[in-house]
């Protein structure tokens, strides 16, 4: 894998993305933000693009006269970023045009490292019908049930196509659980009891300080080729037992994993392995409440 210095993130200026640019910095890189918002705090050369079309996508990526030319790598974020925010029909077009046009300037552009932002939803949330397993891991069946969910699982597939046609290219799709910033934490305690009426997220949860270590060390991961990794918190967002609330509210589920404590429900073992990733952040440790500056 070629060395990386110049890094164009999408959606540099949501949540994710400004941990992702704030750490790619701290590391030493040098990050070009896309978006269609401008950010809080700019840090870095920042250039206004719609996506969904790709006069736009490959212009910002080269990125027009700002003077940051010889993109590296992409980090592709922006998207509609969840369920129920805008109408399917939008969600669909502005996820899958976006991701492919992203792909597509990427590849024209000779930039072989791509790592973007799926989603834990592809592997059935709201889980209405139980899950096959747990642990759940990458070989989970893929069971959409939303429309966004659908589009990220259809962008895990263009990935492949794009990768077969390029076996130089390597693009890295991390199934974000559900993304939170540390002033966040409070709120988990005050609800908890809401949450355990609601496992659509299998009580998963990852800070964005650690969404956004994933990021750089899939960035920095040599191997090419498509592939995907599931990126969540070391633990649940409840505090009763993992195991406790498989057997209360999926009886019949089986366990192919000892659980301990509040062991996170959605494996992040294939992603310790391969990316070297692990969560520093957690929401039962006061510690991680507040957020560096």
């Not at 996508?57 to 003077?67: K, L, Q, R």
């Not at 642990?135 to 259809?154: F, I, M, V």
């Not at 597939?157 to 910033?181: G, T, Y």
Request: proline residues 6%; contains cysteine; neutral net charge.
């Amino acid at each position: 894998m070629a060395t990386i210095n110049r890094i164009a993130v999408t959606g540099g200026s949501g949540m994710a993305g400004r941990a992702c640019i704030a750490d790619l910095i701290e590391h030493g890189y040098k990050v070009l933000n896309i978006d269609t918002a401008p950010p809080r705090d700019r840090k870095c050369p920042f250039i206004s693009a719609q996506l969904t079309d790709f006069g736009q996508a490959i212009d910002a990526i080269t990125g027009v006269d700002f003077g940051a030319p010889n993109i590296d790598a992409i980090v592709h974020l922006a998207a509609v970023p969840s369920p129920r925010r805008m109408s399917n029909a939008v969600t669909f077009a502005n996820n899958i045009t976006s991701t492919y046009n992203v792909f597509e300037a990427a590849r024209r552009l000779g930039i072989k490292n791509i790592v973007w932002a799926s989603s834990t939803t592809v592997l059935g949330l709201p889980f209405d019908k139980p899950p096959a397993y747990f642990p759940l891991d990458e070989q989970h069946p893929s069971r959409p049930e939303t429309a966004y969910a659908l589009t990220k699982l259809l962008g895990e597939q263009m990935a492949e196509q794009f990768c077969r046609w390029d076996p130089h290219l390597k693009i890295f799709a991390l199934r974000f659980s559900f993304v939170n910033e540390p002033h966040r934490y409070a709120k988990f305690a005050e609800h908890e009891h809401h949450s355990l009426q609601h496992n659509r997220d299998l009580w998963g949860y990852v800070d964005v300080r650690d969404a956004a270590q994933a990021i750089r060390k899939s960035l920095e991961c040599e191997a090419k080729g498509a592939d995907v990794f599931i990126i969540a918190g070391k633990d649940t967002m409840v505090s009763i037992p993992s195991s406790e609330l498989i057997a209360n509210t999926f009886p019949s589920v089986p366990v192919n994993k000892e659980l301990k404590g509040t062991d996170t429900l959605l494996s992040i073992e294939k992603s310790r392995r391969i990316l070297g990733y692990e969560p520093q952040y957690s929401w039962h440790d006061p510690s991680s409440w507040v957020e560096a500056k």
